[in-house]
């Protein structure tokens, strides 16, 4: 990810405890570039500019009445920029940095200095404090990565059994040509209509998430959590160049769903978000690489519903018939529908158990009863048991789709284990769990 966002101009902010391996990131990174100078610093409360940026110099303010810093050896000359506890660094430092960020230029005196920058990577055990006016900084650090301790045992025998000597990155130095080029090229690549369609959607979502936020936060005369779905239009922006990158990288010349989930790294602004962000990228990509499927079951429903209403009830196991719901389906012992049809209008109740099946109790959430034939109310809502005809019909429609849903996840699946940068856990857990969510609501 380090090496992406450098790659893609941007600023990556690593979110870790002391002692995990950011500061060692980042001073591998400098490897990957030729002949490439570094300059890092660690911040603290009573950090300078002078320190970050140079100090002044005597002879031009002398001498040319200028106040200009001499930049050698100091951030505005450095490609790569190592800043840990970047949130401790004084109002001077923070003003300058965002300048430095966004359009990779410093004010030095009375003219600007365009950069040689290619990313800055900062880091830190905690996010930035609220109220004090870190926000505009925070939003240039498009990529924010957690960075946390090992666990598998084998790695941390690794850990301990090694050197600490940090190895130059195996491969050949990209030079300031090789750069320029890569940078050219991932611009060519291909935003597909679909994938803009569906970032398009994500950024409604996140505002109506956003807003119904904002006016809880000011029902209750609560602004902490205000704006904490907010995502800039800048960021947004430099988030596409990013899945760009991602793209041509990996040897491809158009945008895929697998660079789309690298969006999970980029629209988060507190860690109790990511969970959420995760759960809509997952969802959304599930829906737009199943477009075709849902359309296709869609139609089959709509000709189930012309089906006669005539016949035997669908049994799947012999011991239960499905009841039709609205956007799933439950499953209902026979023995207990027999007995709420033997006592019309009484009623019984019952709790959801695994898979949709409905247990009956003597208390539960749900409130049933048989008012006619065939027909049974829960909370209030009446639905039909599934006839046989019709799950005849279901049965062949799934038998006609399974293959290609099969072929569809595999093709999904297969595109994110060949994207180098798609690694995380947490966002692959989220969009298995949101195909096989899709999966069942297709049986049902």
């Not at 936060?217 to 995502?231: E, F, L, M, T």
Request: charged share 25%; with cysteine; aromatic share 8%.
């Amino acid at each position: 990810m380090a090496l992406l966002s450098a790659l893609s101009g941007e600023s990556i902010f690593l979110l870790g405890l002391p002692g995990v391996g950011k500061s060692m990131v980042a001073r591998r990174l400098k490897t990957v570039f030729q002949d490439a100078t570094a300059f890092e610093y660690l911040m603290s409360r009573f950090s300078t500019p002078d320190e970050i940026f140079g100090p002044v110099s005597i002879s031009k303010l002398k001498n040319a009445d200028c106040y200009e810093r001499v930049t050698a050896s100091y951030l505005p000359e450095a490609e790569v920029v190592i800043l840990d506890e970047i949130w401790k660094a004084g109002p001077a430092i923070q003003n300058s940095l965002l300048t430095v960020l966004n359009e990779k230029i410093y004010h030095n005196g009375d003219h600007d200095m365009p950069l040689p920058l290619k990313g800055i990577i900062a880091a830190s055990n905690e996010l930035p404090a609220e109220d004090e006016g870190l926000e505009a900084l925070w939003d240039r650090f498009l990529l924010r990565y957690i960075v946390n301790p090992i666990h598998q045992k084998k790695n941390f025998f690794t850990l301990i059994d090694g050197d600490e000597i940090v190895r130059p990155v195996a491969v050949q130095a990209i030079t300031q040509a090789e750069y320029d080029e890569i940078v050219a090229s991932s611009k060519k690549v291909v935003l597909p209509s679909h994938i803009k369609e569906l970032l398009y959607t994500l950024r409604l979502k996140m505002n109506k998430m956003g807003d119904e936020i904002n006016n809880d936060s000011r029902r209750n005369n609560d602004d902490d959590n205000v704006d904490a779905y907010y995502v800039s239009d800048r960021r947004w922006k430099k988030a596409v160049g990013v899945i760009k990158m991602s793209a041509f990288l990996n040897d491809r010349h158009e945008v895929n769903m697998s660079d789309v989930l690298l969006l999970s790294h980029m629209l988060w602004n507190d860690e109790t978000m990511i969970p959420t962000v995760n759960e809509l990228i997952a969802n959304q990509v599930t829906a737009v690489f199943l477009a075709k499927l849902v359309e296709h079951h869609k139609s089959n429903k709509r000709h189930v519903a012309k089906k006669s209403n005539e016949g035997n009830y669908y049994s799947p196991d012999g011991t239960h018939y499905v009841v039709q719901c609205t956007s799933c389906s439950f499953r209902l012992k026979i023995s207990n529908y027999e007995l709420m049809a033997n006592h019309p209008n009484e009623f019984y109740y019952a709790s959801e158990v695994t898979d949709g099946q409905l247990e009956m109790n003597q208390m539960g959430q749900y409130v049933m009863c048989v008012y006619k034939k065939g027909h049974v109310c829960i909370n209030g809502y009446n639905y039909p048991l599934l006839l046989e005809s019709e799950a005849e019909l279901g049965n062949s429609f799934l038998a006609d789709v399974n293959e290609e849903l099969t072929q569809t996840v595999s093709k999904l699946k297969k595109e994110i284990a060949e994207n180098i940068f798609v690694k995380d856990a947490s966002i692959i857990r989220s969009l298995s769990h949101a195909l096989s969510m899709y999966k069942r609501q297709l049986e049902y």
